[in-house]
C-alpha cells in the first residue's frame, strides 16, 4: 500500500469510527431521554465529550489507526477490540469515579453494544474495500522489474506484503542469468523491457541493475520516459554494506548513513527541548516544591543521612553528570557498582515504596529542567555499567548519541530493573536504538502517557 492510500485508509477509519460513535450517541440518547433537553454543558452532552476525546486519546497513545496496523486485516481487529475494551474500562470509571449517576445505565451500556457493533462494520467495510482495490484492475499501478537478483526477489516480496495498489506484472532479464524458477514471469531480456510495458498497461519499471554494469540501462531510461512510463532505480549497497543505510543528500552528492536520527535536525532538538522544560517546570513548582520535604521526612525518619541520592551516570555523548534520585537505601558501599535487586537487604521500607511507584525517580525532573537528562530517552546507566556493557553488546554506544530520559521505549515495553543475563542488555539496546531512529515528538508523548498508565498499573520489575 502507497503512503497516500494508507494515509487515506487511517483517517476516513478514525473518522468513521468517530461518525459512528455520534450518530449511536445521539439516536440513543433521544430513544431513552425523550424529554432532556439537549443542551451545552448537560450531563450526557459531557458523556459525548467524554466518549470521543477517550476514543481519540486512547486510538493515538496505542496507534490503533497506525500505517502498519492496515497491512494484516486479522492484526486491525485484534488492535481494534483491544482499545474497544480499555476504552470501556477508562469511560466506566470517570462514570463510576466522578458519580454521575444520573445518566441511565441501559443507555450506557446500550451504546457500548452499539458502538461494538458499528466497529466491527467498519472493519469489514475496510476488508471489502481492501478486496476491491486488488480485485479492480483499473486501480492496479502496474509494475516491472528490471534484473533477476537478490534485490529484485526482496522488491517483489516487498510488493507482494504492502502492494495494495500494486501489481507486478514480473521481470525482464537476461536468459543466461536466471537459474531458477520465478514467482512471477521472465517477460523478455532487458532491451524490450519498454516494449513490453508498453504492450502491458505498464505505469512504473524498477531498475534493480545499475547503469554502471549495463550502460543499456540509460537507453530504457529515456525509452521510457518518452512513454510516459515512470522509471525508478534500486541502488544495491550490500557488496559496500550489509546493514540498512539512509540516503541524505547534500546539494548533489548522496550521504549514506547507518540509520535515521531524526533528533541530529536543529528543529527537531527544539521541539524535544521545549516540551522537556514546559513539562518539568511545571513538575518542579507544582509538585516538588511539597514532595520533596514530604518523601524527605519520612526517608530521614528511618535512616541516617542525605534525602538525596547523587550518582555519575553517562549521558549525552558519554559526558559524565550527577543523575538525582531520592535516596531509597541504607547507606553502603556497593550503591556505585551493584544494580538493586528483588528483595534487595539494602533497600529501606520507604525506597521500597519509592521504587515501586517510581517516585524515587521525581527528582530526575530538575536533571531535565537543567538540559542533563530528558523526559523521554534512553535510561541512564552507572559509568561502570557503561563501560561493560560497551564491551559486550554492538552498537550500545549509540544510545549515547541523545540525552538520556526519565523514561524510555525499552521501559515501557517491559525491559526495566535489574539485568540479569546479555539478552536484556541487548534488547534494552534494541529497543532504545528503535527509538532514537523512530523519534517524534508525538512519540515522546505518547510513551509518556503510557509511563504513567504503567506506573498506575503497577510494573513487577520496579523495585
Not at 523514561?407 to 527509538?435: E, M, P
Request: charged share 20%.
Amino acid at each position: 500500500m502507497n503512503a497516500p492510500l494508507k494515509s487515506y485508509f487511517q483517517n476516513t477509519m478514525l473518522c468513521l469510527d468517530l461518525l459512528f460513535l455520534n450518530i449511536v450517541f445521539i439516536l440513543l440518547h433521544f430513544i431513552f431521554n425523550e424529554n432532556e433537553k439537549w443542551i451545552l454543558g448537560s450531563v450526557y452532552f459531557e458523556c459525548l465529550f467524554l466518549f470521543n476525546a477517550s476514543w481519540i486519546i486512547l486510538t493515538f497513545i496505542t496507534r490503533t489507526y497506525s500505517v502498519g496496523a492496515f497491512n494484516k486485516f486479522e492484526n486491525f481487529i485484534k488492535r481494534t477490540a483491544q482499545i474497544y475494551f480499555l476504552w470501556v474500562i477508562v469511560v466506566l470509571f470517570y462514570l463510576f469515579f466522578f458519580r454521575k449517576y444520573q445518566i441511565s445505565r441501559a443507555f450506557i451500556f446500550t451504546t457500548f453494544l452499539a458502538f461494538g457493533f458499528s466497529l466491527l462494520l467498519n472493519r469489514f467495510l475496510y476488508l471489502g474495500l481492501n478486496i476491491y482495490f486488488k480485485r479492480n484492475n483499473r486501480l492496479f499501478n502496474k509494475v516491472i522489474i528490471i534484473g533477476y537478483n537478490n534485490t529484485a526477489k526482496k522488491l517483489a516480496g516487498y510488493f507482494l506484503e504492502e502492494g495494495l495498489n500494486t501489481q507486478l506484472v514480473g521481470f525482464t532479464e537476461e536468459s543466461r542469468n536466471v537459474t531458477e524458477l520465478s514467482n512471477y514471469p521472465i517477460l523478455a531480456e532487458i532491451k524490450y523491457t519498454v516494449a513490453i510495458a508498453k504492450k502491458m498497461g505498464v505505469q512504473e519499471i524498477f531498475s534493480t541493475i545499475p547503469p554502471e554494469q549495463n550502460q543499456f540501462i540509460y537507453t530504457i531510461l529515456h525509452e521510457a520516459e518518452r512513454e510516459c512510463i515512470r522509471f525508478k532505480m534500486v541502488p544495491d549497497f550490500t557488496s559496500l554494506i550489509k546493514t540498512p543505510v539512509v540516503i541524505d543528500y547534500l546539494r548533489d552528492l548522496p550521504i549514506l548513513s547507518l540509520r535515521r536520527d531524526p533528533l541530529d535536525n536543529i528543529g527537531n532538538q527544539i521541539k524535544k527541548r521545549l516540551l522537556d522544560v514546559a513539562v518539568s517546570l511545571l513538575v518542579v513548582v507544582f509538585i516538588l516544591s511539597w514532595l520533596i520535604p514530604l518523601i524527605g521526612i519520612f526517608i530521614l525518619i528511618e535512616s541516617t543521612g542525605p534525602v538525596f541520592f547523587s550518582q555519575q551516570r553517562s549521558g549525552k555523548n558519554n559526558r559524565k553528570f550527577n543523575c538525582l534520585k531520592f535516596r531509597s537505601m541504607h547507606i553502603n558501599q556497593e550503591a556505585d557498582t551493584v544494580q538493586a535487586t528483588k528483595s534487595d537487604q539494602r533497600v529501606t521500607r520507604v525506597g521500597e515504596f519509592l521504587r515501586r511507584t517510581s517516585l524515587d525517580e521525581f527528582p530526575q525532573f530538575i536533571n531535565v529542567l537543567i538540559g542533563e537528562m530528558s523526559l523521554v530517552g534512553p535510561r541512564p546507566h552507572m559509568v561502570k555499567h557503561t563501560a561493560d556493557y560497551s564491551k559486550i553488546v554492538d552498537n550500545f554506544m549509540i544510545r549515547q548519541f541523545s540525552k538520556p530520559g526519565i523514561t524510555g521505549w525499552a521501559q515501557i515495553n517491559g525491559f526495566r530493573g535489574q539485568i540479569t543475563d546479555h539478552q536484556q542488555i541487548k534488547s534494552r539496546v534494541t529497543s532504545d536504538l528503535w527509538y532514537l531512529e523512530n523519534w517524534t515528538i508525538w512519540l515522546d508523548i505518547r510513551i509518556i502517557f503510557l509511563t504513567i498508565y504503567k506506573v498506575f498499573k503497577g510494573d513487577e520489575n520496579a523495585y
